[in-house]
């Protein structure tokens, strides 16, 4: 794992093409089992991550023939929205999350948004201090979709940085 490590921080990210799309799918929910505690179930499937490469993109970083992380980002007007952060747990720590958050960033500023904005349920209260360090701040809530039954009340947490 050290070399696929080490490519992982060294590798250039990618946007992502239909042909990812199952890796992309296993890359999240092996990310987002952490969710468990709250939600059961896989986090998606090709179907939802077919239609997000339709209404916007995934960028990537990979360890040689394996993903160790993907965000996807969104044009929203004078805003981006990135979600769907993912990085390999075996990777964690490593500053893939960071990396891929500023590509975001980067592709927003260079499409002309003035913010970034992105959604955390609220019980992951460990990702706040993360999410707080690269600039973002708190700006509102937003219901947890009503088709997704959960083990304890949840909600959105919303958070945007001025990136202009």
């Known amino acids: 794992m050290t070399g696929q490590i080490q490519t992982a921080q060294t590798t250039q990210i990618r946007e992502a093409v239909d042909s990812d799309r199952d890796n992309i799918v296993q890359l999240i929910n092996t990310a987002f089992r952490v969710e468990s505690f709250f939600v059961d179930g896989d986090r998606t499937d090709c179907d939802k991550v077919s239609a997000m490469l339709k209404s916007g993109k995934f960028f990537l970083i990979e360890a040689g023939a394996k993903f160790v992380g993907c965000i996807y980002v969104e044009l929203r007007g004078a805003s981006g929205y ?13 500053g893939i999350g960071r990396k891929l958050v500023v590509a975001a960033e980067n592709y927003f500023r260079e499409s002309g948004c003035r913010t970034s904005d992105m959604l955390m349920v609220s019980v992951r209260e460990e ?35 001025n990136i202009a």
């Open 127 to 161: 990702l706040l201090p993360f999410y707080q360090t690269l600039g973002y701040e708190f700006s509102g809530t937003a219901p947890f979709p009503q088709e997704v039954i959960t083990k304890i009340p949840c909600h959105f947490i919303t958070m945007s940085k």
């Open 82 to 94: 990135f979600g769907l952060l993912s990085v390999d747990p075996s990777c964690r720590g490593l």
